[in-house]
């Protein structure tokens, strides 16, 4: 059984920094794409960033714009783990993000939701003003 656990959430101020973590079982995860959306009040789930397995050890990171330069993707293979952390935090990225996974390492378009097979619960990032 696949299992996504996201942690590290909490309230921060604007300018501020956190890091999220990811912590995967079920699955052999160096091989696996791994991603993070973000739902806000009122919109819908989007992309984030994503880790994506290109063979063998290679992997190609991709941002959403809206966070290009400040957050950033990585990965603990021995952990089972992925991290995301986030600096410069702005009010408009406050909401829960989502932990994201697909089943193998096929090639998949991970900006879109339906894509990714498995998913974590949620943790809760709030920026202040």
């Known amino acids: 059984q696949v299992q996504l656990v996201e942690s590290g959430g909490g309230l921060v101020q604007a300018g501020g920094s956190l890091r999220l973590s990811c912590a995967a079982s079920?699955?052999?995860?160096?091989?696996?794409?791994m991603g993070w959306f973000r739902q806000a009040p009122g919109k819908k789930r989007e992309f984030v960033a994503a880790?994506?397995?290109?063979?063998?050890?290679?992997?190609?990171?991709d941002y959403a714009d809206s966070v290009k330069g400040r957050f950033t993707i990585s990965r603990d293979n021995a952990r089972n783990t992925v991290y995301l952390q986030m600096n410069s935090l702005k009010p408009e990225d406050t909401g829960v993000y989502y932990c994201?996974?697909?089943?193998?390492?096929?090639?998949?378009?991970?900006?879109?939701?339906?894509?990714?097979?498995?998913w974590g619960q949620g943790t809760q990032v709030t920026v202040s003003s």
């Open positions: 994201a996974g697909y089943s193998s390492g096929a090639a998949i378009m991970v900006r879109e939701q339906q894509e990714w097979t498995y």
């Open positions: 079920g699955l052999t995860f160096s091989r696996h794409h």
């Open positions: 880790s994506r397995w290109g063979g063998s050890r290679t992997y190609y990171e």
